[in-house]
Nanobody, 125 residues
Framework: QVQLVESGGGSVHAGGSLTLSCAAS????????MGWFRQAPGKEREFVSAIVIGTWARYYADSVQGRFIISRDNAKNTLYLRMISLQPEDTAVYYC??????????????????WGQGTQVTVSA
């Protein structure tokens, strides 16, 4: 089991940047595939990015490709999401999640058994 706590959210102007962190408890962080999802007001939660341990592949939603970078530091039990060139449409609560990806289902919520409480990101025009 793992507990996840996000931090690093805040309010920025369009074009600004933020780095989100997701601190994980427990000794097994390195064995989990990790993902970032977000939920904007009135919308369903959507996939943002994932990092899969088996292949060390990184995946991104089309909407953030080239602007967001996912990374992890297993020694610090921490997942990161570096976000640049933020736009108002990036405004959402961002969640990190841990689980086991199978059959390339990293972009769905299915493989993620553990979720953080979320951190708010607000981007103003």
């Amino acid at each position: 089991q793992v507990q996840l706590v996000e931090s690093g959210g805040g309010s920025v102007h369009a074009g600004g940047s933020l780095t989100l962190s997701c601190a994980a408890s427990g000794r097994t962080f390195s064995s989990y595939d990790m993902g970032w999802f977000r939920q904007a007001p009135g919308k369903e939660r959507e996939f943002v990015s994932a990092i899969v341990i088996g292949t060390w592949a990184r995946y991104y939603a089309d909407s953030v490709q080239g602007r967001f970078i996912i990374s992890r530091d297993n020694a610090k039990n921490t997942l990161y999401l570096r976000m640049i060139s933020l736009q108002p449409e990036d405004t959402a609560v961002y969640y990190c999640a841990a689980g086991a990806v199978t059959n390339d289902n990293y972009y769905t919520e299915i493989p993620y058994a553990y979720w953080g409480q979320g951190t708010q990101v607000t981007v103003s025009a």
